[in-house]
């Protein structure tokens, strides 16, 4: 009898076993596939934020709680730059996986050429509904953010987006922005505006059951800065310029919670890759200072210039991090595309950037490949380690710094380590070679840049901006653009608008 019992326990043990070894594997399945299936892809974008102006950086004044929260559930990148330490460049960068100057757009206001190849045309290509919101700056206008008229040739839609909600450059309180080519007067803050018309993007094609790819590019906290009361109600010991900046960068940090939220409320979160970045170094002026004590500002090659907050985040793959490893703009395409499986070609060579995809699991060693930067005269080249920078590269007056004991690039280490000095320097000169002959067309197919590069001017020159002068001259942000004679518009003074 005793025997019968334990028999029969030992088959109610084996069919329960049995039972859930089998559920066990249907949610290994179901995991797999989860993981399996194209990734949402989010780039995120702040303008001129600087890599001290965060939370976890213990940034003295500011409070950034949800890209503290972003940092916490991601990776997080201690040493990520910018493309460019100007924005137009860095977007370049960010859309070809190349230098922009290889592109073209050699400082704000240049456009994207048609010969180059760009992620958003690639993912499009692999299935993806692409998505563009916010500041654009790559069709050849300068001055504050207007409008993309339908008759741009360089807007979003031109270079792989099925849909955009776009101004020509910075933008901020109460914008006019241009879904598609119809200019929409929107209210309230710019940073909740822009979310909120990428959110309708995503729920919209979320139901439709495609993988999405949706750009975010705030216009915050570029000058001129204008944020809400409520927002730098907290900063009110400050100037008024560093109390409105930070007032902008409190809502810029809101929308990101709320984009956040809500791609946890739709369920997509664990299966988005989320990037946040800013587009160059901080600001100077501001107070409290903006680059966490680095050397230089906007417009610099050294690290102030360059080095900017870097987080990604996708809670079904990465494990929660933070890393030294150097990462740049440059790297986002040839990721995505390792991530997503896409061919060698949709890439143009040469490719600057490389894949980040290895990191996602854990650390990797050092960099292998160095991180070139191009600025007018200015040029510079780090690994891992050390870094080369010179500020006219045709008087070759080259500095070395070593950022692992020297992060602040005090002491010129070109004496002491001249075998080092020289074969970095080597290594930039070489590769600049091969810049000027991509500028130059030789990377495409023709071997010439066809058509040619428009020649970069305010909005305020174009004749198909011109009927709308009159009644945009009444609006604060155009308002000393446009006024003051001349051809279209008044000639801008020199000053950190661009």
């Known amino acids: 009898m005793i025997a019968a019992v334990r028999l029969l326990e030992q088959q109610d043990e ?23 299936a194209k990734p949402n ?18 940034h003295p004044v500011l409070k950034t709680p949800n890209i503290d929260a972003m940092a916490a559930n991601g990776l997080r990148f201690d040493r990520f730059y910018a493309g460019c330490p100007v924005c137009s460049p860095t977007r370049a960068s960010v859309l070809t996986g190349r230098s922009p100057d290889r592109a073209g757009v050699l400082s704000h206001g240049y456009a994207l050429r048609f010969q180059e190849k760009t992620i958003a045309q690639a993912l499009k290509a692999a ?38 909600v776009s101004v020509t450059n910075f933008y901020d309180q109460n914008p006019l922005m241009s879904h598609q080519g119809e200019i929409i007067d929107f209210k ?29 590019w705030y216009g915050t906290p570029h000058a001129p800065f204008k944020a809400l009361e409520a927002d730098k109600a907290e900063f009110g010991a400050l100037d008024k310029a560093s109390q409105d900046h930070y007032g ?49 500002f906007k417009g610099s090659v050294f690290e102030g210039g360059l080095r900017v907050p870097g987080i990604i985040e996708w809670p079904g793959v990465i494990k929660p991090r933070i890393t030294n490893h ?46 070139p930067f191009r600025f007018g005269t200015k040029a510079a080249l780090t690994g891992q380690r050390y870094k080369l920078l010179t500020e006219n590269i045709g008087k070759g007056d080259f500095q070395l710094y070593d950022l692992e004991v020297d992060t602040n690039e005090t002491k010129d280490l070109s004496k002491e380590q001249p075998e080092l000095f020289e074969k ?44 709308y002068l009159a009644e945009w001259a009444k609006r604060w942000e155009y308002k000393s653009t446009i006024e003051g004679g001349g051809k279209g518009g008044r000639k801008q003074k020199k000053k950190a608008v661009e």
């Open 424 to 467: 970095m320097k080597q290594e930039l000169l070489a590769w600049n070679a091969t810049v000027d002959a991509s500028f130059a067309g030789k990377d495409y197919p023709e071997g010439r840049v066809t058509p040619a590069d428009p020649r970069p001017m305010s909005w305020t020159e174009h004749p198909d901006y011109q009927p």
């Open 326 to 371: 150097a990462a740049c703009t440059m790297d986002l395409f040839p990721t995505v595309a390792d991530v997503v499986g896409l061919p060698e070609e949709v890439m143009l060579k040469p490719v600057d950037g490389t894949s980040l995809k290895p990191l996602f699991a854990g650390e990797t060693g050092e960099r292998k490949k160095s991180i």
């Open 127 to 164: 299935g993806y509904v692409t998505g563009h919101f916010g500041k654009w700056h790559l069709d050849g206008f300068k001055g504050p953010g207007a409008p993309i008229l339908k008759s741009d040739k360089h807007s979003p839609g031109a270079f792989g987006f099925d849909e955009w």
């Open 14 to 36: 084996f069919i329960v076993f049995k039972t859930m070894h089998r559920i066990l594997i249907v949610l290994l399945v179901f995991a797999s596939s989860a993981l399996a």
């Open 248 to 296: 902008e960068l409190v809502a810029l940090d809101r929308s990101l919670g709320k984009l956040r939220q809500k791609l946890r409320d739709f369920g997509i979160a664990d299966n988005t890759l989320l990037v946040f970045n800013s587009d160059n170094g901080g600001l100077p002026g501001i107070k409290p200072e903006t680059v966490g004590g680095l050397r230089g």
């Open 188 to 216: 309230g803050d710019s940073s909740d505006i822009v979310v909120d018309e990428a959110l309708k993007f995503i729920e919209k094609h979320n139901a439709a059951d495609k993988p999405l790819f949706t750009v975010i």
């Open 41 to 58: 892809i989010i780039f995120v974008m702040a303008d001129d934020m600087g890599w001290g102006q965060t939370g976890y950086r213990g």
